[in-house]
């Protein structure tokens, strides 16, 4: 269908490919992961023409016996939306916000072919229908607010198959969604490959979602294909050492030393919290969502326990009523004894800390690392003498060394930032630590080294963790405990491994079902064993 | 959509309501007696009984209050107490010069800060960007009233295409009412054309880095495609806002442009109104600036929704 031919690629002095070669055989599903910066999206993108202005690129894209590379902008129109489609990561702000669905679907039609805009409309009906949104339930005249993530990303599917292209890339395309709708989406893009006959570039940083996808496998390195070749036999093999580290990067389980104790510091007895919503009648109360419903669990010193669930299902707003940060509207939280709101002591209140999700949005860009660092001691009243001190230790103990103090948080990468928000996290000496989807941003080789970090840390002070996470394998890698939320309920609660290995309740069961996974017979090597061929 | 309508409505109404207790309040009740500051210091006692029974003074605070509001519904705003004519009149003569000098500099604002401010955020980084940016920073940075007189300089002195000032009336034909109004609404036009230009670049660049406009392209939209169908109308509610103010400004802001151009608008009256004390003038004038404001600022709010869907339902971006 398409084939790369020693395709490098320079933006402004950076080098981002280097002779990436690559044959995307029609009909088949092609995967290509990597680590993030590692060129994968840069790669679809020069297949498109969309590069930055400031892209340098050399070697053939060969489409029909001719050089995407060479051809003119006008040609590249006609063939983008038409002979390749794409699909991107983020559906949320994947379309445009003041045009119906109907409209975005109609107008790859009508920009590419003579049809009519009722035609193009008919036309537009049948894919969405296609994609799983019938227009009974889905009407044309809706508007990307009035759907959810993964019926954004049908709408963008849509769009990309309107014409049958022969090739639909798809970058990262369940990355944003939940793993029960990251299920469904695949399923959908596995039919479109089988009865349409087209090709999927299938990009993705997930072992697991390649695994489950595609026929031949691509493994990229800071802008390299390292290794490629039929997805079992290269999974089963895993000859290059970068395969080999990315996969057990993404299986990785922290060696962890078990120090839970049956002391609880942290009780949530029937904890209700609800948000008002938007009025819909002038007089009368307002509507209210109840985002978590008589949740109760207890948190013991030293014990590691997971809050998992989808997006939307209340563990972030449960995170914040147990930092104080939200009020509840029934039911209680107890952290050391104490009730939890606006009279909890300040000095108790550095006994737990927080890790949100986002490294890059959690600081203060104008501070330097000490300040950010040192933050938490304005809980105390005065920062200590030797504030300097233990900021160094608090670094020292997450691995960035001291001379990190004076440089500023965008010096440093997305793992450092991460270490440096434990680290801020650490400085008070707490007992609970609420990880927020803390290691969700990390590429897999950095979430597995701050995994070990968090179980190290754990072990040396004693830890208390409320782990929360949407993603099974990381929670099942780092809790004693854990607890399934879903619609702000908590539907099972238990051992860590007897949940996942025996889920009573349906929507574990649905979750853990969902969740992609490397076949485990494919494993064969996962001790070192080289399989006897 | 009806609800968002509604909604708007109310506040509309409670800020017009509110705008007229303070302006009220401000005026009549705040400092003393406004007939002796109308008067002033050596007034005799009888002229300012006089003048106090002709405004009304005597009245209890509300029947005051009601019967001002109650006139101005019916478009009596009392009598000037200067110009001894009614001050609905008053207004009347400056409405027609004021307001049509706004609509036409809010045009020429418009006209030349769309175009621009596109082709500036399509080209950025680029020398035509380059020059967009340090000509506007030029036009928000010279004062007004010297461009003002530079352009009656050139185009009225040497070149005499245009009089130097003063205002026809639209008795003297529609063309020689414009023609007086070209050279004032060119002055008003640059700095906010500027400004707006400025804003209309920014918002567009920031728009035209999103998703969508990706998704765009990746459908085999042109780039110039895909500004005009996805990135300008994304890039609008900015741009609204300032409108919006800046025709607010213009209404009542022209005044030094007045004064160069002998122009009679709302500005110099009420810049006159309150040199000369003349109370009753000052309190409709604001009052009705304030309910163009309120009004614009409806409209602008009818232009949100118009423009993003999201808002329609009463929402917020």
Redesign the interface.
């Known amino acids: 269908m398409i084939r790369l031919e020693d395709l490098s690629l320079t933006i402004g002095k950076a080098e981002i490919l280097r002779r990436v070669s690559l044959d995307i055989a029609p009909g088949r599903v092609t995967g290509l992961v990597g680590e993030s910066g590692s060129g994968k999206s840069m790669t679809a993108l020069s297949i498109?023409r969309?590069l930055p202005r400031e892209s340098r690129v050399s070697g053939r894209i060969i489409l029909d016996d001719s050089n995407i590379l060479e051809k003119s902008?006008?040609q590249m129109?006609?063939?983008?939306?038409?002979r390749i489609?794409?699909i991107?990561q983020?559906p949320m702000?994947?379309?445009?916000?003041?045009?119906t669905i109907g409209d975005q679907v109609m107008?790859?039609l009508l920009?590419?072919t003579g049809h009519s805009p009722a035609e193009a409309r008919e036309i537009a009906r049948e894919k969405l229908a296609r994609v799983g949104l019938p227009e009974d339930r889905f009407p044309l005249t809706r508007?990307p607010?009035e759907l959810s993530g993964g019926q954004r990303q049908r709408v963008?599917i849509a769009?990309?198959i309107a014409l049958s292209p022969e090739l639909l890339i798809a970058d990262e395309p369940t990355t944003a969604l939940d793993v029960t709708t990251q299920a469904q989406i695949l399923d959908l893009l596995r039919e479109l490959v089988r009865e349409e006959g087209m090709s999927l570039l299938l990009i993705t940083h997930d072992l697991a979602v390649v695994a489950g996808m595609a026929d031949h496998v691509a493994v990229m390195q800071k802008g390299e294909i390292v290794e490629q070749g039929a997805t079992e036999p290269l999974f089963r093999a895993m000859r290059h050492p970068y395969t080999k580290a990315l996969f057990e990067a993404s299986s990785h389980a922290p060696a962890r030393r078990p120090t839970a104790t049956g002391e609880a510091i942290l009780t949530v007895s029937k904890a209700v919290r609800d948000y008002a919503l938007?009025r819909t009648r002038l007089i009368g109360p307002a509507p209210v969502f109840r985002a978590v419903r008589s949740v109760s669990f207890t948190l013991n010193k030293g014990e590691s326990l997971g809050l998992v669930g989808e997006s939307g299902c209340g563990k972030s707003t449960l995170a914040r009523a147990i930092l104080g940060l939200e009020p509840l509207q029934a039911g209680e939280i107890r952290a050391f004894g104490q009730p939890m709101g606006p009279g909890f002591p300040t000095r108790l209140k550095a006994g737990i800390q927080v890790v949100f999700q986002d490294p890059y949005g959690s600081f203060n860009p104008r501070w330097k690392v000490a300040r950010l660092v040192a933050e938490p001691f304005h809980l105390m009243g005065t920062r200590p003498d030797d504030w300097r001190a233990r900021v160094a230790r608090a670094l020292e103990d997450v691995g960035i060394g001291g001379d990190a103090m004076e440089r500023y948080i965008h010096e440093f990468s997305g793992g450092q930032r991460q270490r440096i928000a434990i680290a801020r996290a650490l400085i008070l000496k707490p007992e609970i630590i609420v990880l927020d989807e803390a290691v969700s941003a990390l590429d897999v080789s950095v979430r597995a080294q701050v995994l070990d970090l968090l179980a190290d840390l754990q072990a040396e002070y004693g830890l208390a963790y409320l782990f929360i996470s949407h993603d099974l394998s990381v929670v099942r890698a780092i809790t004693d405990r854990v607890l399934v939320m879903k619609a702000g309920e908590i539907v099972e609660e238990g051992a860590t491994e007897a949940v996942f290995s025996a889920p009573a309740h349906p929507y574990t069961q649905a979750l853990i079902e969902a969740a992609p996974a490397i076949p485990a017979e494919w494993k064969v090597h996962e001790h070192g064993q080289a399989p006897v061929v | 959509m009806a609800r968002y309508l509604l909604t708007r409505l109310l506040s509309l109404g409670l800020s017009l309501v509110a705008a007229s207790l303070v302006i009220f309040a401000v005026i009549e009740v705040i400092p003393g007696d406004p007939a002796s500051y109308m008067l002033g210091l050596n007034a005799t006692p009888e002229a300012v009984a006089a003048l106090r029974d002709e405004l009304g003074l005597d009245g209890s605070l509300l029947s005051r209050y009601l019967g001002w509001v109650a006139g101005m519904v019916q478009g009596d705003f009392g009598q000037s107490y200067t110009y001894r004519v009614p001050v609905a009149e008053l207004i009347g003569d400056r409405v027609v010069v004021s307001l049509p000098l706004a609509l036409l500099a809010l045009a020429l604002s418009t006209a030349i800060a769309f175009p621009v401010g596109i082709v500036a955020a399509a080209r950025r980084g680029r020398a035509a960007d380059y020059a967009v940016m340090g000509a506007t920073q030029l036009g928000i940075a010279v004062p007004n009233f010297w461009f003002a007189m530079l352009l009656v300089l050139v185009f009225a002195v040497r070149l005499h295409w245009f009089s130097a000032g003063g205002f026809p009336g639209w008795e003297a034909g529609v063309l020689a009412g414009l023609k007086a109004l070209t050279l004032p609404a060119v002055a008003l036009a640059l700095p906010q054309a500027s400004i707006l230009a400025r804003v209309m670049r920014s918002s567009l660049i920031e728009t035209l880095g999103q998703d969508y406009i990706r998704t765009a392209r990746a459908k085999g939209l042109s780039r110039r495609l895909a500004t005009r169908r996805h990135a300008l109308r994304n890039a609008m509610i900015p741009v609204l806002t300032i409108i919006g103010l800046q025709f607010s400004f213009l209404l009542a802001g022209a005044i030094i442009i007045e004064n160069v151009f002998f122009l009679p608008g709302l500005g110099r009256l009420i810049f006159q109104a309150i040199t000369q004390r003349d109370l009753v003038v000052v309190e409709s004038v604001v009052m009705l600036l304030v309910f163009a404001v309120i009004v614009v600022n409806f409209a602008v709010d009818l232009a949100y929704a118009a423009v993003d869907p999201r808002l329609r339902r009463g929402g917020r971006r």
């Open positions: 498109m969309l902008e006008r129109c006609a063939l983008r939306g038409n489609g794409m991107f983020e702000t994947a379309l445009n916000p003041v045009k107008e790859t920009i590419h508007y607010h963008c769009m990309a938007p």
